[in-house]
């Protein structure tokens, strides 16, 4: 795609300094020497967020943005997992199984998903982003990967539907919408995304068997279902604890069905480490009653913090009811019990110091402390603040927790991880 000058370039000063490169500059040689600077950017950033990329001879990376905005390797092997569950499984009668990619973008998404389809095609109208995508597709491996330069929305409509049912085979529709509008700047709502999928809802059902939607993590995963309709499993997906995309999965169903049909809602926590933490639910056990808080806060209990994803879910009630712990207040998200609950998908700890804000009572508890991790919960006052009251530096092994209970009484609980 480049000069040869441009491409060795990059193999030797891939692990550089960006800005240091950028002012040295090519020193004479006929080099492009912002697609160099492109290509060392990305290859380093694929290091941390797509190992097995940046592993391959050759591969070629796209502007910053699209770097930004592509998945990374662990959620995209997530979706090829989740799609898995969704295929016939490889006894059943034959029958072609089909994939289309209508926001293409960098990729990520669709190398990772196309490995279980007889037939991958990626749309995407971005005619840099297919010249990549020709070159890169076969260096992972995706030798039967069709490319398709056009408007996802338009791609659609040209889609002959499946036969219904399926008979073994079928196609699945994936949309990852752009999320920015004509200025740039981020947007959250379902139909300010691009395309629709409220809007084209009905389309992409009438051709697909199946649907997947990746969505904005800021987004309420209650109001998409409700808007967009026919979703069958929700998941909240995180890595690292920290909340990074929702999955919708649509199919298609009679108005009958639709009335008593349960969303699945999966809560994934993903982890650098190879683990993964997961907890899933359906809408129609969401309880309206809330888990009896516990009576006193007091040392030597266990504490629970839930992971982001279940943050995002807000299935605190089923938290509780599944794991025996009880809430310390309806609105604090923090649970407590007598015994540690090792499987509790978040984070552990045991209390060793309860203390109220009075004076003299934080002195005595505060008494050796100079630093703490600091975390506030349905508390009138900020981490910042709280800080700056408690004269505390941040960081050590103390893991303070400030929230108010079900007697509206403001604590502080001292712990440590378990």
């Known amino acids: ?52 990329w940046a592993a391959a001879d050759g591969i070629i990376y796209p502007l910053h943005l699209s770097m ?11 979706k090829a997992k989740v799609i898995a569950t969704l295929r016939p499984p490889s ?66 409509k040209t889609i002959t539907p499946p036969p219904s049912p399926p008979k073994g085979g079928g196609l699945l529709i994936y949309l990852d919408p752009a999320r920015r509008d004509i200025h740039g700047k981020k947007t959250y709502a379902i139909r300010d995304c691009t395309p629709d999928v409220v809007a084209l809802k009905d389309l992409l059902l009438e051709k697909a068997n199946i649907v997947m939607v990746k969505l904005s993590p800021m987004l309420d995963w209650h109001k998409a279902v409700e808007e967009i309709g026919e979703v069958q499993e929700v998941h909240i997906v995180s890595v690292d604890n920290e909340c990074k995309e929702l999955l919708l999965v649509l199919r298609g169903a009679s108005g009958k069905d639709q009335e008593t049909r349960r969303t699945r ?35 030597g209990l266990y504490l629970y913090e839930p992971n982001a994803s279940l943050m995002k879910a ?7 009811e599944r794991f025996g712990v009880n809430p310390i207040a309806p609105n604090s998200h923090l ?31 505060l008494q050796g402390i100079s630093k703490a991790n600091i975390a506030v919960r349905n508390f009138p006052l900020s981490v910042a603040e709280l800080r700056k009251r408690l004269k505390l530096a941040d960081g050590g092994d103390i893991y303070l927790f400030a929230t108010t209970t079900a007697e509206k009484e403001h604590l502080l609980l001292f712990s440590k991880k378990v």
């Open 335 to 365: 649970f407590v019990s007598e015994s540690l609950k090792k499987d509790f998908p978040g984070r552990r700890f045991q209390i060793t110091a309860v203390s109220s804000m009075n004076k003299k009572a934080l002195r005595e508890n």
């Open 265 to 299: 809602v999966c809560c994934v926590n993903l982890q650098s480490h190879g683990g993964i933490e997961e907890f899933d639910f359906d809408n129609t056990s969401l309880s309206s009653n809330h888990s009896s808080p516990i009576g006193e806060v007091r040392r």
């Open 68 to 78: 930004e905005q592509c998945s990374s390797e662990q959620t995209a092997k997530y």
């Open 314 to 320: 807000g299935c605190f009630d089923e938290l509780a």
């Open 91 to 156: 006894n059943s009668p034959e029958g072609e199984r089909s994939l289309i990619d209508l926001t293409g973008g960098f990729g990520v998404d669709f190398s990772y998903m196309a490995r279980g389809f007889q037939k991958a095609v990626y749309v995407e109208r971005n005619p840099e982003l297919c010249e990549i995508a020709r070159h890169n597709f076969p260096l992972l491996g995706l030798e039967n990967a069709e490319i398709v330069c056009g408007d996802g929305v338009e791609y659609l």
């Open 1 to 52: 795609m480049r000069n040869q000058e441009s491409i060795d370039f990059v193999r030797e000063n891939r692990e550089g300094d960006v800005r240091q490169l950028a002012l040295k500059g090519a020193q004479g040689k006929n080099v492009d020497i912002a697609w160099a600077l492109d290509q060392i950017n990305g290859w380093q950033s694929a290091c941390t967020k797509l190992p097995e």
